[in-house]
């Protein structure tokens, strides 16, 4: 994994293209870090990835700047990631290029990553004025695991903290003190993660601790939230379990991997949270 990573953009000073350059996206196999955590065979989850990219610009056949947004997501069984300094280095490359307009880049964009990852992928550009107001989200609906006065000492991944009670229940919790590093510049990754699950209850405070200890572990989102998910999993074996992290932006873009037991799961809410 290391050894694909160092052929990576990340961590390293870089030109920016002046002109757009599809090569900049950079692959990295989603195959490694399952085999660490345990997944082998038919995946045991469903659900996707999803981009935010608020720094799109681009400019017109006469020259003129447009600003814009973009939505991408692809399925969770795509055989690779896109590791987002790439992808932020793709994005610059337009800004000092000549396209159509948003059908034109919305087209280009698709077709781009969908060769990098391996599967389909779902692309949306558009612009400031046409932003839906249920984008912006203030709040989950669930109980905020932050409130509770527990004490923490353990900051490198400690799945010990997982246990259950013998009364069943069907929740939602969230925490917004999710915090870990990126595996090649160990700059910190900040998000919030949701849990919705059907099953023993989950003790909360085991639950809030082993999130924290998150807290100086080296892994990019996507793995994170899979490894969130495996161990509650396999130390609470619930009946059904969603775990959802909506992480911060950096450079203009988020990542908010969404992982589900239930195979038909219904639309995906992709409304800003307020750090977001």
């Known amino acids: 994994m290391k050894n694909i990573e160092q052929h990576s953009q990340l961590g390293k000073e870089v030109q920016y293209d002046s002109q757009y350059n599809a090569n900049i996206l950079f692959p990295i196999p989603r195959k490694n870090k399952r085999d660490e955590i345990?997944?082998?065979?038919?995946?045991?989850?469903y659900g996707m990835d999803i981009?935010?990219?608020y720094e799109v610009s681009w400019l017109n056949p006469k020259g003129k700047p447009v600003?814009?947004?973009?939505?991408?997501?692809?399925?969770?069984?795509?055989?690779?990631?896109?590791?987002?300094?790439?992808?932020?280095?793709?994005?610059n490359s337009f800004n000092?290029?000549?396209?159509?307009?948003?059908?034109?880049?919305?087209?280009?964009?698709?077709?781009?990553?969908?060769?990098?990852?391996?599967?389909?992928?779902?692309?949306?550009?558009?612009?400031?004025?046409?932003?839906p107001?249920?984008?912006?989200?203030?709040h989950i609906e669930g109980i905020c695991l932050d409130e509770l006065d527990v004490k923490c000492t353990s900051y490198l991944v400690d799945s010990s903290f997982l246990r259950t009670k013998n009364k069943t229940v069907s929740e939602t919790l969230y925490s917004n003190l999710l915090k870990s590093n990126c595996s090649v510049t160990n700059q910190p990754d900040w998000g919030t993660v949701l849990i919705d699950y059907?099953?023993?209850?989950i003790d909360h405070e085991g639950l809030l601790k082993y999130l924290v200890s998150f807290r100086n572990h080296n892994e990019f989102h996507e793995q994170c939230i899979?490894?969130?998910?495996?161990d509650i999993l396999r130390y609470c074996q619930p009946d059904e379990l969603t775990v959802y992290g909506r992480y911060t932006r950096r450079g203009g873009?988020?990542?908010?991997?969404?992982?589900?037991?239930?195979?038909?799961?219904?639309r995906i809410d992709n409304a800003r949270l307020l750090r977001q």
């Open 51 to 53: 981009w935010n990219h």
């Open 198 to 201: 059907k099953g023993n209850q």
């Open 226 to 230: 899979e490894r969130i998910f495996i």
């Open 96 to 131: 000092q290029t000549q396209f159509d307009g948003f059908e034109d880049i919305q087209a280009i964009i698709q077709k781009d990553i969908e060769a990098k990852v391996g599967s389909s992928v779902f692309v949306r550009v558009f612009s400031l004025d046409s932003v």
């Open 133 to 138: 107001n249920e984008k912006l989200l203030t």
């Open 38 to 45: 345990g997944i082998s065979g038919p995946l045991p989850f």
């Open 67 to 91: 600003v814009a947004l973009a939505e991408i997501s692809y399925d969770c069984a795509s055989p690779c990631i896109i590791e987002s300094k790439s992808m932020k280095l793709y994005f």
């Open 253 to 266: 873009l988020d990542i908010n991997p969404y992982r589900t037991t239930c195979k038909q799961y219904s």
